[in-house]
């Protein structure tokens, strides 16, 4: 399989460059279980398409700002994109520079302080920060919202709450999960009322997330490491959704990651989801089954990425490159603050 296999042509200006007024005025394309015709909706009209007992799958990650600047002692400026916290002090981060740094070298930070180079793990750098208090509250009024990209804008007042989904309690990610930024307490209130059940998983989003793919046969493919938690109390919980007969709607691609990370084999030749905390590498794309799952909300995704590849993997490929064709032809708006789908499990009745 060949990472040109998932390309496809995008108007530039159907790229979302900032969110809408309200949340949930997001338009919603529904993707129906069998072949038949695509359904334009608005994200509001979720309530209607679920059931009561159904189970929402949140990732509650919260993004951290994390994004700063600096200069080395040489003169040179460097731009730090934080990965990953590493403690109360320690950082690993890609590093903009025109030169690479050795171990050793200091940054001057623009916010004040310092950060120290204290070795190299691949392409990202491990870094300690001598700072007044702990790196996650230093960053909270000295760093800057990494948006994605391909939102060609510096960062506004607005984008420190809209960039975060409304549920986002553990700091940890430097890019949003955005398949919930379309729920806002409204759309949330009805859905309970409704009698459709919450859950949540947490994955961190790394910046390994807007990474390209470099190898075109995608055997060759090595994808990046991500923190995730998949509680005890969410396990039991879908697993009673499932017991009922309601369905496990996974918001976002995220969410279907840290699910699946947490899913194993069984002696007798199922697959059983397990409590799991740790590092997760897995890769998804056409061939994997996802057993996790009924249901996807997600946003629309790059060509040729591997988000692409595992909603390809979840829906079928050519469902869900037909349903991109449609949203091209309706002007959906794309990427993290653009429009959502809502992918239906290939034969779910």
Known sequence: MK??????????????????????????????????????????ELPQLL?????????????????????????????????????????????????????????????????????????????RFHVPESLESWLLHAGRLPLPPYIQREPGRDDAERYQTVFAREAGAVAAPTAGLHFDEPLLAELQARGVEFGHVTLHVGAGTFQPVRADDLSQHVMHSEWINVGAALVEKIRSTRAAGRRVIGVGTTVVRALESATRDT???????????????????????????????????????????????????????????????????FFSYGDAMLLWAKGLA
């Open 267 to 333: 002696p007798e030749g199922g697959r059983e989801l397990q409590p799991f905390a740790g590092e997760t590498r897995l890769f998804i794309l056409p061939g994997y089954r996802i057993t996790s799952v009924d249901a996807m909300v997600t946003n629309f995704h790059l060509p040729e990425s591997t988000l692409l590849m595992m909603v390809s993997a979840f829906a079928g490929k050519e469902r869900v490159f037909a349903a991109y064709a449609h949203a091209i032809r309706e002007r959906y708006r």
């Open 51 to 127: 059931e009561p007992g159904d189970l929402l799958v949140f990732n509650d990650t919260r993004v951290i700002p994390a994004r700063l600047f600096g200069q080395k002692t040489t003169g040179g400026r460097v731009e730090i994109l934080i990965e990953r916290l590493l403690g109360a002090d320690q950082a690993r981060a890609q590093l903009g520079v025109s030169k690479s740094p050795k171990a050793g070298a200091r940054i001057a930070l623009d916010a004040g302080g310092e950060a120290e180079v204290l070795g190299r793990e691949g392409e990202f750098y491990v870094l």
């Open 3 to 44: 990472k040109s296999d998932f390309h496809y042509d995008l108007p530039p200006e159907l790229i979302a460059q900032a969110p809408l007024a309200e949340r949930s005025a997001s338009r919603l394309l529904e993707v129906p279980p069998e072949p038949g015709a695509l359904r334009d909706r608005v994200f509001r």
